[in-house]
Each structure stands twice: as C-alpha cells, then as structure tokens.
Nanobody, 119 residues
C-alpha cells in the first residue's frame, strides 16, 4: 500500500505564492511520474503539472511561467511552487503518483489540499 500526504495549501492574496508538498510512502519500487491536479467547485479535475522519472516536465497552459514542479527522488517527494497566484487558481489541489509497486504499476491520489486566492 502507498500513502500520499500533502501539505502547504492555504489562503493567499492575488499575486502571492504558495508551495505545495507531497510525500509518498509505502512499498514503492520506483516512481514513474509525480504530479499535481486541481479541481475547482463545479469543474472537472484537471492536470496542473507533472514530472516523469527522467526529469521531463509538463505544464498546463494556464500555469506556464508561474508554477514549477520539482521532486526529491530519494524521499519520494514532489513539490509545486506556485507564484503570481490568481483568484482563478482557487481549487483543491491533488497530488498524483504513478509507481511500480509489489502489485505492479499503480496510480495513487492524495487527499487534496485547499488553495484559496482572494483579497
């Protein structure tokens, strides 16, 4: 079993910054990809950013130039540095990890952390 624990959400003013963290623990053989999704009220969950095992990254167009995804391979952690936040970034942010485990390749979700951008 693999567990994901997120932290770093909160309330921030427009133009401000937040850094989200996600720690993966459990029987992980190797990480395939780690990333972040978000879901705003009344909307579908959408990809924000992902970083794959080779280090390549992919960003949604709406965060390019503002958000940066990074990882700590040793400790199985992924981070999302969010700068120049806008009210439309308000959402629950979910960590997502694809990993090779004793049960094969699996995808896991964190519990979500609320990010609210408001003055």
């Amino acid at each position: 079993q693999v567990q994901l624990v997120e932290s770093g959400g909160g309330l921030v003013q427009p133009g401000g910054s937040l850094r989200l963290s996600c720690a993966a623990s459990g029987r992980i053989f190797s990480i395939i990809a780690m990333g972040w999704y978000r879901q705003a009220p009344g909307k579908e969950r959408e990809l924000v950013a992902v970083i794959v095992s080779g280090g390549n990254t992919k960003y949604a167009d709406f965060v390019k130039g503002r958000f940066t995804v990074s990882r700590d391979n040793v400790n199985h952690m992924v981070y999302l540095q969010m700068n120049s936040l806008k009210p439309e970034d308000t959402a629950v942010y979910y960590c997502n990890v694809a990993a090779n485990t004793i049960s094969g390749a699996r995808t896991y979700w964190g519990q979500g952390t609320q990010v609210t951008v408001s003055s």
